[in-house]
């Protein structure tokens, strides 16, 4: 599979590797529907031009992630192409850092633990089923693909920080979906890829004190600094266009090992 001329959604679009590779996929000649709840989307979308298109949504509502299938089904096809959604890259998450106690000994909010799950590993999961039932209605290409799907875990997946449970589980289930999820959609020529990214320059580190994240860069065995959102473009760029990736996890992350 080709960027050039089929069509993209992407979530978490507004901001951060979301944005970045959306830009990446324009560059390379493809078209975009971005999906996000933040204003910015509209903003984004505008920069990009004519081949980004944008559907405001919720990535656990069905019906929001539906119209952005729908969507990108409709770019896809735009002056008779035959394709509709040839690829889902899922950036749409949140971070959450709560303790299973407090300094009190007060258990952890469970409705907190529950929105983070929500978001992060069953919003995932909704934008998955829903990408999947377009694609498979594709002309086969070469090796008979007919589309690609690549979902966003982390390094807190294997090696989750203290405070890390709800945001760790999440990624984790995130990552355990990818195999069967390619063993399964491989009759109907969908391939199912994840990346794990370590510590990125993205809108959910701005929050973080300068020194921490400089103590945080200087974990990174190499290069000493953060990853920058092109860096998973890149990656999302070489998922799509090699048919040899399915059904993996790739770590992102300069070496980090999270203690």
Known sequence: MQLKDNSFLI????????????????????????????????AHAAQLGEAARTV???????????????????????NGGQAGLSGVIHCAGVVSVAKLLDRDGNPANLDAYARTIQINLVGTF???????????HNPPGEDGERGVIINTASVAAFDGQVGQ???????????????????????????????????????????????AVA?????????????????????????????????EVIRLDGGIRMQ
């Open 165 to 211: 449970c709800a945001y760790s589980a999440s990624k984790a289930g995130v990552a355990g979906m990818g195999l069967p999820a390619a063993r399964e959609l491989s009759r109907h020529g969908v391939r199912v890829m994840t990346i794990a990214p370590g510590v990125f320059e993205t809108p959910m580190m701005s929050d973080i004190p300068e020194d």
């Open 215 to 247: 103590a945080l860069s200087a974990s990174i065995p190499f290069p000493k600094r953060l990853g920058k959102p092109d860096e998973y473009a890149r990656l999302a760029e070489q998922i799509v266009t090699n048919p040899m990736l399915n059904g």
């Open 11 to 42: 979530t978490g679009a507004a901001s951060g590797l979301g944005a970045a590779t959306a830009e990446r996929i324009v560059a390379g000649g493809g078209r975009v529907v971005l999906c996000d709840l933040s204003d910015a989307v509209e």
């Open 126 to 136: 909704n934008v998955m089923r829903l990408a999947a039932a377009a694609m498979s």
């Open 56 to 78: 405001r949504g919720d990535v656990t509502s069905a019906a929001d992630m539906q119209a952005a299938v729908d969507a990108a089904v409709a770019l896809g096809q735009q």
